[in-house]
C-alpha cells in the first residue's frame, strides 16, 4: 500500500452506536489531520497530530475522539452521534505541519451516514 | 477573519473550451496557496504550491497564477478527463502557535468538461 488509506470506505451506523474510522500513511510523515467535508461547504479541520501530540481541537464536540497511537496511525473513534454528523471524513498527512512546503496528501476518505 | 472564497461554484465547457477558476484570498498572512483536485467519492489530490505574487506554476493542461489578493487556475483547451472539483486552500502566517500551518479551504470549483 502507498500514500494514505483509509478503512472503512463506506459506514451506516445508528446514533446509538460506537465505531471507528482507521487512517495509515505510508509516507514516512510526521503530522497527520483530520477533516470533515460536508456538501456545500469547505474542508473543515478537526484536530491536527504532530509526533503522536495532539496540537489541535478545533471545538469539535466530544462525541468525536481521536487517537494517534504512534505517527503511521490515526483513528477516529465515534459514539452517540447525529444525523448532521453525516459526511466524508478525510484523513491527511504531511511530513510536518508549520511549512507550505509540507504538502497535505488525503486519503480517500470514509463515507459516513448516520441513521 | 482569514477567508477563502472560489468562483464560480460550477463551470460547464465544452471539451476545447479554456476557461479560468478563481480563488479570492483574505488573509493575515499568506504562506502559501495550494490547488488540488477532488473526484467524486475521492480525497482531494495534491496539484500545486505557490508562495509568492507572480509566481505561475504548470502540469499538463493546468496553469496557476498568483497575485496579491487571488489565484486564477487556468485550464487550456480541457478533455472531459478534467473534469472534478477544483479546492484552493491558503495557508496562513500566525505569530502564536496552534493553528500555524494549518489550511483554509474555499468551497471549491466543480468543472465539468462535455465532449
Known amino acids: 500500500e502507498t500514500g494514505v488509506t483509509q478503512t472503512p470506505r463506506h459506514l451506516v451506523m445508528g446514533m446509538t452506536n460506537k465505531k471507528s474510522l482507521k487512517c495509515e500513511q505510508h509516507?514516512?510523515?510526521?503530522?497527520m489531520y483530520w477533516y470533515k467535508q460536508s456538501a456545500k461547504k469547505p474542508l473543515e479541520l478537526m484536530f491536527v497530530?504532530?509526533?503522536?501530540?495532539?496540537?489541535e481541537n478545533n471545538s469539535v464536540p466530544s462525541r468525536f475522539s481521536p487517537e494517534c497511537p504512534n505517527s503511521s496511525h490515526l483513528f477516529l473513534h465515534l459514539h452517540t452521534l447525529q444525523p448532521e454528523d453525516s459526511a466524508l471524513y478525510l484523513c491527511?498527512?504531511?511530513?510536518?505541519?508549520?511549512?507550505?512546503?509540507?504538502?497535505?496528501?488525503f486519503g480517500p476518505g470514509t463515507r459516513l451516514t448516520v441513521l | 477573519e482569514d477567508q477563502v472564497t472560489q468562483s464560480p461554484e460550477a463551470l460547464r465547457l465544452q471539451e476545447g473550451e479554456s476557461s479560468s477558476l478563481n480563488c479570492s484570498y483574505t488573509v493575515s498572512g499568506l504562506r502559501g496557496l495550494f490547488w488540488y483536485r477532488q473526484d467524486p467519492g475521492k480525497g482531494p489530490e495534491f496539484l500545486f504550491t505557490?508562495?509568492?505574487a507572480g509566481e505561475e506554476k504548470e502540469k499538463e493542461r493546468l496553469k496557476a497564477t498568483l497575485t496579491k489578493k487571488e489565484s486564477f487556475l487556468h485550464i487550456t483547451a480541457p478533455k472531459p478527463e478534467d473534469s472534478a472539483t477544483y479546492l484552493c486552500a491558503v495557508q496562513v502566517l500566525k505569530n502564536y502557535g496552534g493553528s500555524q500551518g494549518n489550511l483554509i479551504f474555499g468551497k471549491g470549483t466543480k468543472l465539468s468538461v462535455k465532449p
Open positions: 509516507l514516512g510523515h510526521n503530522a
Open positions: 491527511a498527512s504531511s511530513p510536518r505541519r508549520t511549512s507550505p512546503s509540507d504538502t497535505q496528501y
Open positions: 505557490l508562495y509568492s
Open positions: 497530530y504532530s509526533l503522536e501530540e495532539r496540537v
